[in-house]
T-cell receptor, first 114, second 112 residues
Framework: EAGVTQSPTHLIKTRGQQATLRCSPI?????VYWYQQALGLGLQFLLW???????NRGNFPPRFSGRQFPNYSSELNVNALELEDSALYLC?????????????FGAGSRLTVL | DAKTTQPNSMESNEEEPVHLPCNHS???????IHWYRQLPSQGPEYVIH???SNVNNRMASLAIAEDRKSSTLILHRATLRDAAVYYC?????????????FGQGTTLQVKP
């Protein structure tokens, strides 16, 4: 069974540009989560999508946005990039949002903003 | 989400058992106790989870206190590959709560 896949693996952008990151969940999983992990720091919750809808959002500005497609894949968009957006962006999926279900994480997309 | 408290770091010798503690005094009756770990330069991976009873799987065991206010992740024989940051997290199983909130976790060092 294929795991959670993320693309691209690495992305280099300059300040002010936009970045788009993509995530394909495990087959059958309807919930997709996005996390940001800046270098040396912990995982910060960004967004949760389930059944095509945004269900919850972390403490991030509106320039962080995303969507979930009918096939449950998801993309994260970061507009007006700032230097501090440089981080590892992790996507995870689960069967649904229930606390009884576990999350499976992808390997992440490393975004560097110059 | 209820809060968990873990030691910042622990050390272990290779091939010895490791007991990683987690306190969660404000746990509710429907909260599941989840453990994840993050190896260097990788995304987190699921280790084990449970509600009330002790749990075992191929990776580890989870011992849950009778009052559920604390739990212990047990690695029966630590290997160098077990060196990682271990996160103890509570998730409400009664509803679709979505997000998994990670704390600082415990950094486990395994010495050869």
């Amino acid at each position: 069974e294929a795991g959670v896949t993320q693309s691209p693996t690495h992305l280099i952008k300059t300040r002010g540009q936009q970045a788009t990151l993509r995530c394909s969940p495990i087959s059958g999983h309807t919930s997709v989560y996005w996390y940001q992990q800046a270098l040396g720091l912990g995982l910060q919750f960004l967004l949760w999508y389930d059944e095509g809808e945004e269900r919850n959002r972390g403490n991030f500005p509106p320039r962080f946005s995303g969507r979930q497609f009918p096939n449950y894949s998801s993309e994260l968009n970061v507009n007006a990039l700032e230097l501090e957006d440089s981080a590892l962006y992790l996507c995870a999926s689960s069967l649904d949002g229930s606390g009884a279900n576990v999350l499976t994480f992808g390997a992440g997309s490393r975004l560097t903003v110059l | 989400d209820a809060k968990t408290t873990q030691p910042n770091s622990m050390e272990s010798n290779e091939e010895e058992p490791v007991h990683l503690p987690c306190n969660h005094s404000t746990i509710s009756g429907t909260d599941y106790i989840h453990w994840y770990r993050q190896l260097p330069s990788q995304g987190p991976e699921y280790v084990i989870h449970g509600l009330t009873s002790n749990v075992n799987n191929r990776m580890a065991s989870l011992a849950i206190a009778e009052d559920r206010k604390s739990s212990t992740l047990i690695l029966h024989r630590a290997t160098l590959r077990d060196a990682a940051v271990y996160y103890c997290i509570l998730r409400d199983g009664s509803s679709n709560t979505g997000k998994l909130i990670f704390g600082q976790g415990t950094t486990l060092q395994v010495k050869p």
